[in-house]
């Protein structure tokens, strides 16, 4: 399967890539005109014969969100009946993308998974999935804290120094209550309190 190709295809079926990056301004994306479009591949063995492009996503905040989904394959009736039925017995699936991706029958492609497609196929690279060898990259579960903006590693930075800030706060702490209990002198004890225990 020629990967851009097919996703030039699920583009234009929805309105072309200018539509596809308005959409991820609208969604709030700052970087939207350059940020990367991710294809989302799926295949079922039992439903289908080869892997298809059925959607697309881009990562944002460390998460990838799906921003197209197609809604019907009438060249894959299998495929097609079986989202049919996925979608009818959960209500909480917005498109169909999602119930393939949250059943392991797809993954959210990135440039390692293309490159790995090249010298295995998609179909291979989704049994993977399937096996749970490589991660869909859309569940919560699967995603990894893969950052893609300054914001996202600023953030992290941010936390893990104020982390370590309570931490030295807290060892300094300790140390002057030791310390002040070190310099505690004999003298400073009432005469009533020092006859009870000479």
């Known amino acids: 399967m020629d990967i851009k190709k097919e996703m030039l295809k699920v583009m234009d079926s929805c309105g072309g890539e200018d539509l596809i990056r308005y959409l991820m301004k609208d969604?709030?994306?700052?970087?939207?005109?350059?940020?990367?479009?991710?294809?989302?591949?799926?295949?079922?063995?039992?439903?289908?014969?080869?892997a298809i492009v059925i959607g697309l996503a881009y990562r944002h905040n460390g998460k990838f969100h799906i921003i197209h989904s197609e809604y019907e394959f009438p060249k894959y009736e299998k495929f097609n009946e079986w989202i049919e039925y996925l979608m009818e017995m959960d209500e909480s699936y917005d498109m169909p993308a999602e119930a393939v991706l949250d059943h392991h029958r797809a993954i959210v492609a990135t440039e390692m998974d293309i490159?790995?497609?090249?010298?295995?196929?998609?179909?291979?690279?989704?049994?993977?999935?399937?096996?749970?060898?490589?991660?869909?990259?859309?569940?919560?579960?699967?995603?990894?804290?893969?950052?893609?903006?300054?914001?996202?590693?600023?953030?992290?930075?941010?936390?893990?120094?104020?982390?370590?800030?309570?931490?030295?706060?807290?060892?300094?702490?300790?140390?002057?209550?030791?310390?002040?209990?070190?310099?505690?002198?004999?003298?400073?004890?009432?005469?009533?309190?020092?006859?009870?225990?000479?």
């Open 115 to 198: 490159d790995d497609a090249h010298m295995i196929s998609w179909e291979e690279i989704i049994k993977e999935v399937i096996d749970g060898e490589r991660p869909t990259r859309f569940s919560e579960e699967a995603q990894n804290p893969i950052y893609d903006s300054e914001y996202d590693m600023a953030e992290v930075l941010f936390d893990a120094l104020f982390g370590l800030k309570q931490f030295i706060e807290m060892i300094i702490d300790d140390e002057e209550i030791v310390l002040e209990a070190e310099i505690t002198d004999a003298d400073d004890f009432d005469e009533g309190w020092k006859q009870d225990w000479v």
């Open 27 to 50: 969604d709030g994306v700052v970087n939207w005109e350059k940020l990367p479009i991710n294809p989302i591949v799926a295949y079922s063995p039992t439903h289908m014969e080869n």
